[in-house]
């Protein structure tokens, strides 16, 4: 069993940046990050696979966000630039086996999850 630990999360204002990190207590493959609002389904973000190289990034976040991982850590980290009031949500990094998917469902290991809140 992997443990997810996310931290980074807060308050800030619009048109301002966070890094979000998630920590994984074992090796990892494929990562990913997802966001959800109240009643709402959770939502793809982006996602990373276990070399770096490949990235995938929902049309709403695209040159405004970037994955990245530190294996040597077991880390990733989502880079938030150019935050908007509609990014406010909490924010989970998820893990599963080799492939990168956008389906929440294909993921195997979840974090708790950070609150993201952006004022306009």
């Known amino acids: 069993q992997v443990q997810l630990v996310e931290s980074g999360g807060g308050l800030v204002q619009a048109g301002g940046s966070l890094r979000l990190s998630c920590a994984a207590s074992?090796?990892?493959?494929?990562m990913g990050w997802f966001r959800q609002a109240p009643g709402q389904e959770r939502e793809f973000v982006a996602a990373?696979?276990?070399?770096?190289?490949?990235?995938y990034y929902t049309d709403s976040v695209k040159g405004r966000f970037t994955i990245s991982r530190d294996n040597a850590k077991n880390t990733v980290y989502l880079q938030m630039n150019s935050l908007k009031p509609e990014d406010t949500d909490v924010y989970y990094c998820?893990?599963?086996?080799?492939?990168?998917?956008?389906?929440?469902?294909?993921?195997?290991?979840w974090g708790q999850g950070t609150q993201v809140t952006v004022s306009s």
């Open positions: 998820a893990a599963k086996g080799a492939t990168m998917t956008l389906n929440p469902n294909e993921y195997w290991y």
């Open positions: 074992g090796r990892v493959y494929a």
């Open positions: 990373i696979s276990q070399s770096g190289d490949t990235t």
